[in-house]
């Protein structure tokens, strides 16, 4: 009788705990949550996101299981997938929301928005739902964004100069950056740092948007061969050119993103195309390497064809979501709940949102702090931005992207035609 009692007194309790409502910290706390989160040791943000978790954890009583990672490339992405196929998924996951989270939600293992607002009405209501990324599998909404992104060319000003080449702008095409990368490469400089071993991506994104237009980069081609198709082989074909020409590092096809990152930061570069997420690496790196953060700027990609350059890749492509095995555990839901809204409060959202975009209702709060240079230039880059487009990468299937851009170092170096690597993912996708 006392055991059935006991039993019956622990199913009240967990009852009480799941149901509780509301916005607040878990009373007691207590409670152990694994997160899974971009922030690697090279991210300019994972400062702020550290100070944000520790906060929770201080006013909540409840631990944070920070699940790190030393670069976000095509193995993170797999690896966390292959954990949530193991079983072996956290209690929340900063992850994409693309083709990457298909299977995720394919096999029911992340929580809609609105199956947590049943519940938890007021979860993410200081964003605009619109904004929020949408599931490519289902249509739903599962990610609370902290920040979207624009992936641009940042530029080593000191390098430039001693080049006697001038800063791009809004006008800059292509065939001003091949002239400008030949005068580069000509004094001794590496125009482009990047590793085409381990992150062609950026590369990727902007060569095929280069050789379509704003309608087409969101479409997938069927084949090399039709018009979608067509515009992948040329921009594949432009990032050949640029290795034939000598403006990548000698090492970018074996060497990882920190080692050919760090070339612009050391005077050893011109160019690092990247996403708004390296103005923190550049703010924090430079600090640390003695250099001066005034020394870099951030402008549009070089244009062709239809492409103005002020058309700009970014949006909103990730977030923080809730697993089902932690939504379906009495111990960890409301925890769960607190730790998203108080990773997406106006005020945190706002750290990491100053110099990037938001889905925050009541915009972000400026700091009021005097930005440096290169922060200056990241908000004239994109208020001035014409059209923004997401990153078509994310239409493919994480198998079939994996496979192209490991060969994209190969079309490079002439090894496969860029025809039949793009046959070779559509196989896959």
């Given at each position: 009788m006392k055991k059935l009692y006991f039993i019956m007194a622990l199913i009240v309790a967990l009852s009480v705990l799941s149901g509780c409502g509301g916005r607040g910290t878990a009373a007691g706390g207590g409670v152990e949550l694994t997160v899974v989160t971009p922030y690697s040791a090279s991210d300019g943000n994972r400062d702020k996101y550290v100070k944000a978790y520790k906060a929770y954890e201080e006013a909540s009583g409840n631990t944070v299981i920070d699940v790190k990672t030393d670069a976000v490339d095509e193995a993170w992405k797999q690896n966390v997938l292959d954990e949530f196929q193991n079983g072996n998924e956290p209690d929340i996951v900063n992850f994409f929301v693309g083709t990457d989270a298909d299977e995720l939600i394919k096999n029911n293992k992340l929580v809609a928005i609105s199956e947590i607002r049943k519940e938890y009405p007021e979860y993410a209501s200081n964003m605009k739902d619109s904004l929020l990324p949408v599931s490519t599998y289902d249509g739903r909404q599962y990610a609370v964004s902290v920040y979207g992104y624009w992936e641009g060319l940042f530029v080593n000003k000191k390098v430039l100069e001693d080049c006697g080449v001038a800063?791009?702008?809004?006008?800059?095409?292509?065939?001003?950056?091949?002239?400008?990368?030949?005068?580069?490469?000509?004094?001794?400089?590496?125009?482009?740092?990047?590793?085409?071993?381990?992150?062609?991506?950026?590369?990727?994104?902007?060569?095929?948007?280069?050789?379509?237009?704003?309608?087409?980069?969101?479409?997938?081609?069927?084949?090399?061969?039709?018009?979608?198709?067509?515009?992948?082989?040329?921009?594949?074909?432009?990032?050949?050119?640029?290795?034939?020409?000598?403006?990548?590092?000698?090492?970018?096809?074996?060497?990882?993103?920190?080692?050919?990152?760090?070339?612009i930061l050391e005077d050893k570069a011109a160019f690092l195309l990247e996403g708004s997420w390296k103005v923190g690496w550049f703010q924090e790196d430079a600090k640390t390497l003695g250099k001066d953060v005034n020394n870099f700027t951030v402008t549009y990609f070089p244009s062709k064809g239809e492409r103005r350059p002020t058309d700009a890749i970014g949006g909103f492509s990730m977030g923080y979501a809730i697993t089902t095995k932690a939504w379906n555990n009495p111990a960890k839901r409301k925890a769960c709940v607190d730790f998203v809204t108080a990773m997406t409060t106006d005020e945190v959202t706002s750290t990491f949102g100053e110099l990037t975009v938001t889905a925050l209702k009541n915009g972000v709060i400026l700091s009021g702090n005097e930005l440096d240079m290169l922060a200056e230039s990241t908000v004239a880059m994109t208020k001035g931005c014409t059209a923004m487009v997401p990153a078509t990468q994310d239409s493919l299937t994480p198998a079939a992207r994996d496979a192209l851009f490991k060969d994209i170092s190969r079309i490079a170096k002439g090894e496969i035609s860029a025809e039949d690597a793009l046959r070779d993912c559509l196989a896959i996708q």
């Open positions: 800063i791009p702008g809004a006008d800059y095409t292509w065939e001003q950056f091949l002239a400008d990368c030949r005068t580069i490469r000509d004094h001794g400089y590496t125009p482009i740092a990047c590793s085409l071993r381990q992150i062609p991506h950026y590369w990727f994104e902007y060569c095929i948007f280069n050789n379509g237009t704003i309608a087409s980069h969101s479409k997938l081609p069927e084949s090399p061969g039709d018009d979608i198709g067509r515009n992948w082989v040329a921009g594949l074909n432009d990032i050949k050119t640029l290795y034939e020409e000598g403006f990548f590092p000698e090492n970018t096809n074996e060497a990882d993103d920190d080692t050919t990152s760090l070339m």
